[in-house]
């Protein structure tokens, strides 16, 4: 792979940077698009992200591939996050079919289009948020909890089902009493272990597989777009 970096300044207008992505569209030589967000305040995001071509957007969040994403359309790019946590998910469970998945968290970038992805794999799935009336309650109800809020440690030991598989989204920097500071996730670590039968560490857990799954979706584009056979990425 080749990598284009393009270090725009804060103050670039959103019409250069419109035509910036319309110049990456129109050239072959291109297979995947990404914008790192968040965009300054001026940006429209939304439009940003439908002004990217949908079969180059290896982030998965123009709304042409969250459609398809949502009707069980094979042809879409899905969003890097949500597919390593499937990936996750499928080397502990290898058949998810039937298991009670709670998704705690319902931003478009990680909760929905995973709930998403679990109902496709024909799990019972309960979309909640930290809103959600007794929320303790529903996560121990959970064979499988996934939890994205940006609430650092939100979920405790005592909400976790005995031998639950958990999948810790969230990446917290927190301050410690020495004057530093550490990465924490958005569940208790170290209650969470002692009940959980599986559980993701932060950081070293969902963020790899995350960047992986831009590399496979960045593959997955390219074939696309030159008509040629996908790699065995399972060999």
């Known amino acids: 792979m080749v990598s284009l970096d393009y270090d725009l300044p804060e103050d670039t207008s959103q019409a250069h940077l419109l035509q910036l992505i319309e110049q990456l569209n129109s050239d072959a030589g291109v297979n995947g698009i990404l914008v790192q967000l968040p965009l300054p305040a001026h940006i429209d995001s ?4 439908r002004a990217i071509d949908p079969d180059k957007d290896v982030d998965g969040f123009h709304e042409v591939n969250v459609g398809r994403l949502w009707t069980a359309d094979d042809d879409g790019l899905v969003p ?3 597919m390593g946590c499937m990936k996750l998910l499928h080397s502990v469970h290898p058949e998810l079919t039937g298991l009670h998945a709670v998704v705690v968290g319902c931003s478009n970038i990680v909760g929905k289009p995973l709930a998403s992805l679990l109902l496709r794999a024909q799990c019972t799935v309960s979309l909640a948020h930290e809103f959600t009336r007794d929320l303790p309650a529903l996560c121990r109800e959970a064979d499988i909890l996934a939890v994205a809020t940006g609430h650092p440690e939100l979920v405790r030991g005592d909400w976790i089902k005995p031998g639950a598989t958990v999948i810790d989204v969230g990446i ?3 301050d410690t009493a020495g004057g530093g500071a550490r990465l924490v996730g958005d569940v208790a670590f170290g209650e969470a272990c002692a009940v959980a039968g599986a559980i993701t560490p932060v950081p070293g ?3 790899p597989m995350t960047i992986t799954c831009l590399m496979e979706n960045t593959v997955t584009a390219c074939c696309r777009q030159r008509g040629i056979p996908f790699p065995d990425v399972d060999a």
């Open 80 to 82: 890097c996050t949500p």
């Open 172 to 174: 917290n920097r927190i």
């Open 46 to 49: 939304k439009a940003i992200e």
């Open 205 to 207: 857990g969902v963020g």
